[in-house]
């Protein structure tokens, strides 16, 4: 069965991505957030939108060991805590869970110490503290001043991502650069925000534009197999259930954007 991806500012309005056109991301606008999104699969053999063909790869996976990648570059439309964010898995179901369930999260909690999960609650969820678990951040100024919510579209200001040409981490405008000038690295930042304090801190505001990097080299959504500590193919316990990444509050208050994979056959793929 085909992947097909599809991404948008809330849970039941998704369209479908076209993957590894890191050149050309998808605008997502919402009353909360206005985004640029780029989603990359290696050797992509899924859906592209209708009329478009299938791009099977780009530059940006040569030289690494990377399966995917979730890139977001966007404004917060009203101030958010680092301690309000989070960002993660969830579901609309209860899951059956896998005995082996518990191995594989001994290894991801060993990747992010901040990731924790309900896995019985009515909408179980796998997430950590967004700065704590993603892989890449960037902060620089915004291009003009924030307009009052709900709004069209904020300002991004010039897109100069794609291909071998990545994000960089650089947190310099709000976090204290090292002794040498430079960005605190990535995994300063994300212990440093292991701690609850530092997150209740640090605030995303509409005047700044956020980039962000979420990567893998343990799940090949082709295939939906994971490599974890245990190699476990999810499909044969999620059945038709997506995995659904979503970027928001943990009270599930404010949804900013949504990434949603599912393996489709023709009858599904004819109603999308």
Known sequence: MPLLVRAGPSYD???????????????????????????????FTGEAPEGEARIENTDYFKGRRRKFSIQMEGRFKQVVTAEELYYGVDFDQLLPIPSIFEIGMSAARFIDPAVYYETHAKKPYIMSP?????????????????????????????????????????????LQPESNGESMPYKKRRKYFLDKTAREK?????????????????????????KLGVSVNVKKYLGDIPVRYVCRTLNDERVFFVVQFELVDDRRRSVQ
């Open 13 to 43: 309005q998704l369209e479908t991505v076209r993957v590894n056109d890191d050149r050309h991301p998808m605008l997502i606008n919402s009353p909360h957030f206005t985004g640029r999104l780029v989603v990359r699969i290696r050797d």
């Open 130 to 174: 967004l700065l704590c678990g993603i892989n890449t951040f960037s902060i620089r100024d915004a291009p003009e001043a924030p307009l009052e919510p709900p709004s069209p579209p904020l300002p991004l200001g010039e897109y100069t991502l794609g291909g071998a040409k990545d994000m960089k981490e650089d947190t310099r405008l709000q």
């Open 202 to 226: 640090f605030l995303f505001t509409p005047d700044r534009v956020y980039g962000m990097d979420f990567y893998s080299p343990h799940m090949d959504f082709n295939t939906f197999r994971i």
